[in-house]
């Protein structure tokens, strides 16, 4: 018998960008620049809308969760049978923005 884990674990990666929090945003929500810097998708900023990521090597499924504009971005990720959130955070600091995934 294999017993499977549901154990949950947590990534965290922080970065401090000289951008004000609105350039950030633009680069996390806007699909021809998450293009840029992660794959094409289908994104829009909207609770509740599914959208994909695209690659060579296949397909995200994601459904947003949470939108604040300038703040929180959160969405479920699914691929390969694994399901995940991912949550960005951003905090405005005096030189920039403290980008939190």
């Keep these: 018998?294999?017993?499977i884990s549901t154990e949950t674990r947590s990534v965290v990666i922080e970065r401090e960008f000289p951008f004000p929090?609105?350039?950030i945003w633009r680069a996390l929500t806007q699909p021809h620049l998450i293009q840029e810097w992660l794959m094409k998708s289908d994104?829009?900023?909207a609770v509740d809308h599914r959208f994909s990521f695209n690659a060579d090597w296949g397909?995200?499924?994601c459904k947003v969760l949470e939108v604040e504009p300038n703040k929180t971005l959160s969405y479920s990720w699914d691929a390969y049978g694994l399901e995940s959130i991912v949550t960005w955070t951003l905090t405005?600091?005096?030189t920039g923005?403290?980008?939190?995934m």
């Design 1 to 3: 018998m294999t017993d």
């Design 21 to 23: 929090s609105e350039k």
């Design 43 to 45: 994104f829009k900023p």
């Design 59 to 61: 397909s995200v499924d």
């Design 92 to 94: 405005p600091t005096g």
């Design 97 to 100: 923005t403290h980008l939190r």
